[in-house]
């Protein structure tokens, strides 16, 4: 089946700039996504890119995309404590009839002040 | 932004008894909506797709008659655990697919615990 690879763990001092970087196998993949989930709450929607971008930014946030590799990445800019959570990349494509999301294991993100 | 919500958000039962959880797409209908399953520090496991007026689509080794999955409106799905037991105590997301952009919103999540 398709898969989705994250890192498991990524600590940073508040201030500086957080990388969370994943790769998933799908060549047919449409949207990739980067959600967020905060203890005991659900998954909230931070970003996503269509697979014909490169790059995406949205105040804090830059997604890169390399198709060619298969690798997608969050920069998250000036981290702070509230951005501590785990981060879980995503992608939907043909395999999947678009419609369902398959998952990373997440990447847990620990800001220390 | 679109909002989903679930009701309860967290529930406990005994064993035995059935649990129905509610899922709704607040600002926007959605013709198909997603439950998932999350146990401690993992990752999302898809139970099966509802889709609006139809059956549900169950993934693979997931008991269609324990988890009941119920889509009567575009706003609406609900799932019911039947006759719940511990093991089925998790955590359940549900997430609602917006049209036409296909983006995918998910609910704050409902923790059943089983006694």
């Known amino acids: 089946g398709e898969d989705v690879e994250q890192s498991l763990f990524l600590s940073v001092r508040e201030g500086d700039s957080s990388v969370i970087n994943c790769t998933y196998t799908?060549?047919?993949?449409?949207?990739l996504y980067w959600y967020k989930q905060e203890p005991g709450a659900g998954l909230q929607l931070l970003t996503y890119?269509?697979?014909?971008?490169d790059m995406k930014q949205d105040q804090r946030l830059t997604v890169l995309l390399n198709k060619k590799d298969k690798h997608l990445s969050l920069r998250i800019a000036d981290t702070q404590t509230g951005d501590s959570a785990i981060y879980f990349c995503?992608?939907?494509?043909?395999?999947?009839?678009?419609?369902?999301?398959?998952f990373g294991k997440g990447t847990m993100l620990l800001v220390s002040p | 932004g679109a909002v989903v919500s679930q009701h309860p958000s967290w529930v406990i039962c005994k064993s035995g008894t059935s649990v129905k959880i509610e899922c709704r797409s607040l600002?926007?209908?959605?013709?198909?909506m997603f439950w998932y399953r999350q146990f401690p520090k993992q990752s999302l496991m898809l139970m099966a797709t509802?889709?609006?007026?139809?059956?549900?689509?169950?993934e693979q080794g997931v008991e269609k008659d324990k988890f009941l999955i119920n889509h009567a409106s575009l706003t609406l799905s609900t799932l019911t655990v039947t006759s719940a037991h511990p093991e089925d105590s998790s955590f359940y997301i549900c997430?609602?697919?917006?049209?036409?952009?296909?983006?995918?919103?998910f609910g704050p999540g409902t923790r059943l615990t089983v006694l």
């Open positions: 509802s889709n609006e007026g139809s059956k549900a689509t169950y």
């Open positions: 995503a992608e939907s494509g043909r395999n999947s009839g678009y419609s369902t999301l398959t």
């Open positions: 600002d926007f209908q959605a013709t198909t």
């Open positions: 997430s609602a697919r917006r049209t036409p952009d296909d983006l995918k919103f």
């Open positions: 890119i269509f697979s014909n971008m």
């Open positions: 799908d060549s047919s993949s449409t949207y």
